[in-house]
T-cell receptor
């Protein structure tokens, strides 16, 4: 069991570019989440999904999009990247209560 | 949604002492409260959790207490060791709106000094 995996680990993006952060889990969890963590801060929920084909906004969804075509995958799309999106992005999955986090993607927008 | 406040933001203790971190939550319907430990550059990892039908839970040197009336819960670490140094986050689960969502506190940087 690899758990929750994320790619890439690090990325530098130019302002206005787009990219997709990948997240995969092999635990057959229905719930999946995307968070961002700014330096010295807690985790803010961007988007979440309760199952394949179902997604919804969290606290800070502006500038992001998601899709959930399979149980395993929950990619996060950044369109027209801005410096304010510089952050560490964590994906998580959950069978019910406990959320299990991936290793994170450190994204810098310059 | 849920609002979670966490105190203190930094905590320094001597090795062997106890450490206590406190959180308050706003939604009286919240029923699940996990605590995560995050080491520098690593992912958050669950260390203990408690549900609203229990007042206290203990796992070796770590314990969590929950006061539903006052809407606060606390993490207690006894006999602290240098490897306990990390950032600790509390969280509370939203009940309304579905999705099994968590709201996190802003974290406590714990430093255990030799």
């Amino acid at each position: 069991n690899a758990g929750v995996t994320q790619t890439p680990k690090f990325h530098i993006l130019k302002i206005g570019q787009s990219m997709t952060l990948q997240c995969t889990q092999d635990m057959n969890h229905n719930y999946m989440y995307w968070y961002r963590q700014d330096p010295g801060m807690g985790l803010k929920l961007i988007y979440y999904s309760v199952g394949a084909g179902i997604t919804d906004k969290g606290e800070v969804p502006n500038g992001y999009n998601v899709s959930r075509s399979t149980t395993e995958d929950f990619p996060l799309r950044l369109e027209l990247a801005a410096p304010s999106q510089t952050s560490v992005y964590f994906c998580a999955s959950s069978p019910a209560d406990t959320q299990y986090f991936g290793p994170g993607t450190r994204l810098t927008v310059l | 949604g849920e609002n979670v406040e966490q105190h203190p933001s930094t905590l320094s203790v001597q090795e062997g002492d106890s450490a206590v971190i406190k959180c308050t939550y706003s939604d009286s319907a919240s029923n699940y409260f996990p605590w995560y430990k995050q080491e520098l550059g690593k992912r958050p990892q669950l260390i203990i959790d408690i549900r609203s039908n229990v007042g206290e839970k203990k796992d070796q040197r770590i314990a969590v207490t929950l006061n539903k009336t006052a809407k606060h819960f606390s993490l207690h670490i006894t006999e602290t060791q240098p490897e306990d140094s990390a950032v600790y986050f509390c969280a509370a689960r939203w009940v309304t709106g579905g999705g099994n969502k968590l709201t996190f506190g802003t974290g406590t940087q714990l430093k255990v000094e030799l």
